[in-house]
């Protein structure tokens, strides 16, 4: 194609037409530069097709994570919620003696001890950089903000998990045999909340301990008292955490379909 280019051209000058030969020269110009923009557009079309292939596996790939975060968030919920209807079972048992049940207060006190803490996926795009292959502007400010709103969730855990320790743990231990919360754990069911496999069952026994648990004074004693109420009060509050972390969490699930429905069409 060069050569027949080239022979038009020589052609011409030995011609001495001057005026086709500048006529022609602008034309191939033309042809040129056109062939260069149809070039670059297909280049640009072909970028942009890899950029929207990367675009649609990450959102895969964060429909995938934030499903796996909602159903964990949603588990530690639950858990959160069995701990206050127990806290507040011990309240009642403190606050009208009458109704008490040994093993029912073995049961919700072992309940109590539980400390759920939410460990979510967290994806590395902003650090990577990969978050800009994203088009909605709406989807890429829920993601920037989703590991500082973990934490309001998880500072919340941590409150509990320490008071937990230094001060619920020994009153209970004071006045309970521990072989027994940990048989109590089994014979109630409370280890299967922590189990990878939703509904798996485990069954298992250390048996009762012959030392004798002093419900009374345990009930009595005001520190007890006041761990179950902050029990109470800790799950309470993380939970309203969780329901608006919940809530960005569906959020994000909304805008992922929705985008991915746009790359499939």
Sequence with gaps: MIKFFRHIRKSLLEQNKMGKYFKYAIGEILLVVIGILIALQINNWNENRKERLQEQELLVQLQSEFTSNLEQLDQKIQMRERMISSSLKLLQYIDRPQTRNNDSILKHAGQIVIAPTFDPIVNDIISSGRIQLLQNASLKEKLSRWTSEIIQVTEEEQVWLNFR????????????????????????EVVDQFHLDEGAKTKFSVGKSKVKDDFSSLLANDVFEGAVANCASMAKLTNSQSFSLRNRITGILDLIKNELEKLDD
């Design 165 to 188: 320790s230094k001060h619920y743990m020994p009153t209970l231990m004071e006045y309970y045999s521990l072989r027994n919360v940990i048989n109590g754990y089994w014979e109630n």
